[in-house]
């Protein structure tokens, strides 16, 4: 049975992709930052029909709770077959180039981004055991660096300066990383869940859960001739994903 750990997966698209991936017969490891809704989520997953899951406190801002949670799946396996870094936040908003204190982009990127790069350094040696390992980093089209400097996008004037920094560094992360493992049977991809309806906007998206989960759970299960170093929104290119960085 295959494992996958996700971040953040108590609540809104983690949920969702960790509810499709046990359907989909994967041992699921749900991240919650407070061990009490991962507790709740696992309960709601139990009473539904699905065994393969367990809840662990990972908190991706505070390295001694990443590796406690390295310990703890550590205990029930050896082999991690897909790290999905879904934890993330918006900082609030709006977001001024000029206005948002520094203090706001430290925040956002201690979550966003430092936090992808602690959980993904921490998991690397149970990932590396697995034959197929899968990186899935939940970013978002809203923050592509190609699209935000284009007046003719649609989306040229929702500017949100602390988001999209720290996703479009975390983006930069991704290609680093999935150059590092080339050479490799690693995958590595950056996913827009899309405009999903959750806690994060104030339910103001306009697409599901489902959908987004979907979108998710997709490059998590991806075969060995899938692609790898790219950055995949379903909403922006509805034929192939594949979305300008
Ligand atoms: N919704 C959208 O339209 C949209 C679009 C593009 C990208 N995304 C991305 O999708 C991902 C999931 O968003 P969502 O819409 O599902 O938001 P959500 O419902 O607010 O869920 C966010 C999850 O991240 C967790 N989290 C936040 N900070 C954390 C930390 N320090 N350590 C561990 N977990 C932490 C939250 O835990 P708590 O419950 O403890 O707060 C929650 O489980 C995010 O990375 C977001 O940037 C969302």
Known sequence: MKTVLITGANKGIGFETAKQLLENGYFVFIGSRNIDNGESAVKQFKKAG??????????????????????????????????INNAGINGGMPQSALGAPVEAFHNVMDTNLYGVIRVTQTFMG????????????VSSSGCSLTLHSDPNWIYYSHKAAVYTASKAAMNMYTINLAYELRDTPFKV?????????????????????????????????????????????????????????
């Not at 393969?52 to 991706?60: C, G, I, P, S, Y």
């Not at 149970?126 to 197929?132: A, G, M, P, T, V």
């Not at 790898?228 to 379903?234: A, P, Q, R, V, W």
């Open 50 to 83: 699905f065994v393969n899951t367990m809840a662990v406190e990972l908190d991706v801002t505070d390295a001694v709770s990443v590796e406690k949670a390295r310990s703890k799946i550590g205990t029930k396996t050896d082999v991690l077959d897909v790290l």
């Open 126 to 137: 149970l990932l590396e055991k697995s034959k197929e390992p899968r990186i899935v980093n």
């Open 189 to 245: 991809n950056a996913v827009c869940p899309g405009f999903v309806a959750t806690d994060f906007n104030d339910y103001r998206g306009t697409g599901t859960v489902e959908e987004g989960g979907k979108r998710i759970a997709k490059y998590a299960m991806i075969a060995q001739d899938g692609p790898t170093g790219k950055f995949f929104s379903e909403e922006y290119n509805q034929e192939t994903g594949e979305t300008p960085w």
